[in-house]
């Protein structure tokens, strides 16, 4: 695909305790409509989780971001996963107060969408 898309993403962040809104980058989620793109990828550092909340479910916290991971490819997203592309978007990066939570959605243009998903996770995340 030729030319520059509009894209969207949202920095996927762990919040361990809401109440004190500490949080740490663990993955990133973009949308771009051009290019039919929705994916999400994520990684979890076990040493700022362990700093930040030593009782966290690790395994909880998998659960929840698998759940991204579906709800993009559209499996096992239950019915959210079976909206449209657009939708799904919006449903995840929607404000929550939980653990799991997605910061504001930044605009951008790209050529590749995987690419540029890739590149943002390696800055934001890695």
């Known amino acids: 695909m030729q030319g520059k898309h509009l894209f969207e993403y949202a920095v996927i962040r762990l919040v361990p305790r809401v109440e004190r809104e500490e949080f740490f980058n663990v993955g990133v989620i973009l949308y771009c409509s051009k290019q039919r793109f929705l994916k999400a990828v994520y990684q979890v550092n076990l040493e700022k989780l362990n700093a930040l909340c030593l009782d966290a479910d690790c395994d909880e916290l998998t659960k929840n971001l698998q759940a991204f991971i579906n709800i993009c490819d559209g499996t096992n997203g239950g019915p959210i996963g079976q909206l449209d592309k657009a ?19 930044h605009p951008g243009f790209c050529d590749d969408a995987a690419e540029t998903l890739n590149k943002l996770y390696n800055k934001l995340v890695l």
């Open 87 to 105: 939708s799904r978007f919006r449903w995840l990066t929607a404000t929550r107060s939980t653990v799991v939570q997605c910061s504001k959605v």
